[in-house]
């Protein structure tokens, strides 16, 4: 006969906690992008208000239905137990809820955050396509063997300029949500008065807006040192990635999108990412070329004049380049 082991009120509590329903569960904010945009300061100024409840970790990557490298999420599908994971338990009372995932810009993102949290502030962070794309240039460099200039890249890799597509994405949520539930910021206006960003970043989330947040600036530019051997080391653990998606048709779609999001997978990343930071220095990001710039700013033209009616944002520095 089993013994019947003494329960305290402690562990009853807990219990009846793990079984209460997810419909008390809601979330008052969540950044949705965009990458390389200041995100990760705007995590920071976020996390650091007492009245906020931020995610335990900042990209939670639960309604972005693709990564960054185009494969399927797999976290996509995942119930909203999951979600509600990256927060204590219990939560805490008068506080706001949010999380910042700057992936979430494809077209399902914003139906499906509004289908389980239709009064959801929207949070996106831009600065100019111009320089978004030097910065994707940039950080991918870092982990390419290759040493070629910024216009080689956009001539040879043709996702760079894909990537700078803010009026579509953001067209998913302007025809989504209300105008009054997205706030929209721009990293320039970041650098030329950060405290004054944070104070509307607090007031459009409905906290008080008189807290004064460290304000440093978080992803500083790395340059590159022992280029010869960061170059065979990027060689080295871009070779196995290079394999898996030559032979992706022979294992099929499927087993290719388990081992991308693989536990070991995730710590290959990771190990190389750490590897990474010890082949890199604080540096000033180089200049790009004015013609080039200029070049640029015109592909670009139409497309800021669009993003400008659609968001009501004075874009004047982007112009000015």
């Not at 402690?10 to 390389?36: A, C, H, N, T």
């Not at 805490?92 to 955050?113: R, S």
Request: charged fraction near 30%.
């Amino acid at each position: 006969m089993n013994k019947v082991k003494n329960i305290s009120p402690k562990d009853l509590l807990v219990r009846k906690r793990k079984k209460q329903p997810l419909k008390d569960f809601r979330l008052d904010f969540i950044g949705v992008g965009f990458p390389r945009c200041g995100t990760t300061w705007a995590a920071h100024i976020l996390r650091q208000h007492p009245e906020i409840c931020f995610s335990k970790v900042k990209e939670v990557k639960f309604f972005n239905k693709y990564t960054f490298s185009g494969t399927l999420n797999t976290s996509f599908e995942k119930g909203l137990a999951y979600y509600r994971s990256f927060w204590p338990d219990p939560l805490p009372q008068n506080k706001k809820l949010g999380e910042f995932t700057p992936l979430c810009m494809d077209e399902d993102a914003p139906k499906k955050i509004r289908q389980l949290f239709p009064d959801a502030k929207i949070i996106i962070f831009m600065k100019n396509p111009v320089d978004k794309a030097f910065s994707h240039y940039f950080g991918s460099k870092l982990y390419s063997s290759e040493n070629m200039s910024f216009e080689d890249a956009l001539e040879k890799d043709r996702s760079i300029m894909r990537r700078m597509n803010y009026y579509k994405e953001l067209k998913y949520y302007y025809d989504t949500f209300p105008a009054e539930q997205l706030g929209v910021f721009l990293l320039e206006d970041v650098k030329d008065n950060p405290y004054k960003i944070a104070e509307e970043l607090y007031r459009f989330i409905g906290v008080h807006s008189s807290f004064r947040p460290d304000v440093t600036p978080q992803n500083k530019t790395p340059a590159i040192r022992y280029r010869k051997l960061n170059a065979l080391k990027n060689f080295l653990f871009n070779l196995p990635i290079k394999t898996a998606h030559a032979i992706r048709p022979v294992m099929g779609e499927r087993v290719f999108i388990k081992l991308s999001n693989s536990s070991m997978v995730k710590a290959y990343d990771s190990t190389r990412r750490k590897v990474s930071r010890m082949f890199q220095v604080d540096a000033k990001k180089p200049a790009i070329d004015p013609e080039t710039r200029k070049q640029l700013y015109l592909h670009f033209k139409d497309e800021i004049d669009d993003i400008q009616r659609l968001t009501g944002k004075d874009l004047s520095c982007w112009k000015e380049g």
